[in-house]
């Protein structure tokens, strides 16, 4: 019974790169590939863009040091940020945006207390994955700085994307 129990514990989510069924039959198949999916965060009073892989485990350089709550007073006078997730696939036409959900976080450096709801940001990364866009809560600033880091990312993935990110983000 106990070892049973012990069993049980060790079984976990599994992060592979690659396809998951590169050959092997065993442990993995079937598991989630987290490959095509980054972390954009918009720094929103700087209204600059930038990757930060880190995130994906919650260890990006905005994160780290920084005991996060649900409690936006923790992290008052704070700055603010997205964490956006964006999930990149592939069509006939090409490579294209595929999910885009943005996180609202909140970081003070001084208190090293943040807002965010992990909750949240592992739903909006699993929204991403399932090719879903959601960013018409984000604010028209960052809106205009997360499609033009898009846009000069690549273009042509931008061009591919679905009518609603390029309508979604489009400001004025």
């Not at 092997?24 to 198949?29: A, D, L, P, T, V």
Request: net charge negative.
């Amino acid at each position: 019974m106990a070892n049973e129990e012990t069993k049980k514990q060790k079984m976990g989510f599994t992060i592979i790169k690659n396809d998951p069924t590169d050959g092997h039959k065993g442990f993995g198949i079937g598991s989630l590939s987290l490959e095509n999916v980054s972390p954009v965060f918009i720094d929103i009073q700087e209204k600059h863009a930038f990757i930060d892989i880190g995130a994906m485990h919650a260890k990006s350089d905005v994160e780290r040091g920084i005991k996060f709550t649900t409690d936006r007073a923790d992290s008052e006078g704070g700055k603010p940020y997205w964490l956006v997730w964006v999930t990149i696939d592939f069509r006939e036409e090409g490579p294209y945006f595929a999910g885009v959900t943005a996180c609202e976080m909140v970081v003070n450096r001084e208190k090293r207390r943040g807002y965010k709801i992990l909750a949240d940001h592992v739903n909006k990364m699993d929204k991403s994955m399932k090719r879903k866009i959601i960013v018409d809560h984000m604010d028209e600033d960052s809106k205009k700085v997360l499609a033009d880091f898009l846009k000069s990312h690549n273009i042509e993935m931008w061009n591919n994307s679905e009518e609603q990110l390029r309508n979604d983000l489009t400001v004025g």
